[in-house]
């Protein structure tokens, strides 16, 4: 698959809230509970970066290289929200030009990302791994196990989407404000918005296996140049 192919992908209509719907209906196939979606702020009100977090039950190493395929192999339950291995990364192609994913499960954690810019330079789609004893793992790392820590769980993944170059709308408000309606009624759940004092919401009891999204703002305490 080479660059053009993926340039192509990239201009489908595909609209963000169902490109972040496809990360959250991964993590509902991952058996999580709680769902997070934060943005990183450029400057006020001006999103530079998504996170999308759960305390799912993570991904192996080789789990993990194959949801960065397009058409990803693996075996399907009758259950599960995804059925062909595209969603979630066409999903994050509609929007950014890189991603990077780190994910914890059974005590060991694996990170890889992918990069336009390198694709474009060799022509043809991947992903790389990214080696976790980095400043640049690290960072990612410590990053997972600070949600997880919130929700008390050992096992999760996080999506870290940057370079948001086919998002129009970047206002965080308008975003926030869009996903919060159009989630609570795709997934049932109790949405909320989190201050940067982190207010605590409460399950709801009439969702499906996700039982808490919540949409809200992150700032870094130190940028790291992606």
Same mark, same amino acid.
């Given at each position: 698959?080479?660059?053009?192919?993926?340039?192509?992908?990239?201009?489908?209509?595909?609209?963000?809230?169902?490109?972040?719907?496809?990360?959250?209906?991964?993590?509902?196939?991952?058996?999580?509970?709680?769902?997070?979606?934060?943005?990183?702020?450029?400057?006020?009100?001006?999103?530079?970066?998504?996170?999308?977090?759960?305390?799912?039950?993570?991904?192996?190493?080789?789990?993990?290289?194959?949801?960065?395929?397009?058409?990803?192999?693996?075996?399907?339950?009758? #259950?599960?929200?995804? /059925?062909?291995?595209?969603?979630?990364?066409? %999903? $994050? =192609?509609?929007?950014?030009?890189? *991603?990077?994913?780190?994910?914890?499960?059974?005590?060991?954690?694996?990170?890889?990302?992918?990069?336009?810019?390198?694709?474009?330079?060799?022509?043809?789609?991947?992903?790389?791994?990214?080696?976790?004893?980095?400043?640049?793992?690290?960072?990612?790392?410590?990053?997972?196990?600070?949600?997880?820590?919130?929700?008390?769980?050992?096992?999760?993944?996080?999506?870290?989407?940057?370079?948001?170059?086919?998002?129009?709308?970047?206002?965080?408000?308008?975003?926030? #404000?869009?996903?919060? /309606?159009?989630?609570?009624?795709?997934?049932? %759940? $109790? =949405?909320?918005?989190?201050?940067? *004092?982190?207010?605590?919401?409460?399950?709801?009891?009439?969702?499906?296996?996700?039982?808490?999204?919540?949409?809200?703002?992150?700032?870094?305490?130190?940028?790291?140049?992606?």
């Amino acid at each position: 698959i080479g660059a053009k192919y993926i340039r192509g992908i990239r201009s489908s209509n595909y609209k963000y809230k169902t490109a972040l719907a496809e990360q959250i209906d991964n993590s509902q196939d991952a058996n999580a509970t709680e769902v997070r979606i934060d943005f990183v702020e450029e400057k006020k009100n001006k999103m530079k970066s998504i996170i999308i977090v759960d305390n799912g039950d993570g991904m192996s190493y080789d789990q993990l290289k194959n949801s960065f395929c397009l058409g990803a192999d693996r075996k399907y339950s009758k #259950n599960d929200n995804g /059925k062909f291995g595209m969603g979630g990364t066409n %999903g $994050a =192609l509609s929007m950014c030009a890189v *991603k990077v994913t780190v994910t914890k499960q059974a005590g060991e954690y694996n990170i890889r990302k992918y990069d336009l810019d390198e694709v474009n330079v060799r022509d043809a789609w991947g992903s790389s791994p990214v080696a976790t004893s980095t400043e640049y793992g690290t960072f990612f790392i410590n990053l997972l196990d600070g949600y997880l820590s919130k929700t008390k769980s050992d096992s999760g993944t996080l999506i870290f989407m940057t370079n948001l170059d086919r998002m129009k709308n970047k206002s965080v408000t308008q975003v926030t #404000n869009v996903l919060k /309606k159009q989630y609570g009624k795709t997934y049932y %759940g $109790a =949405l909320y918005t989190e201050s940067l *004092k982190a207010q605590t919401g409460k399950a709801c009891g009439k969702c499906r296996r996700t039982s808490v999204i919540f949409v809200g703002l992150y700032i870094f305490k130190k940028i790291l140049t992606i």
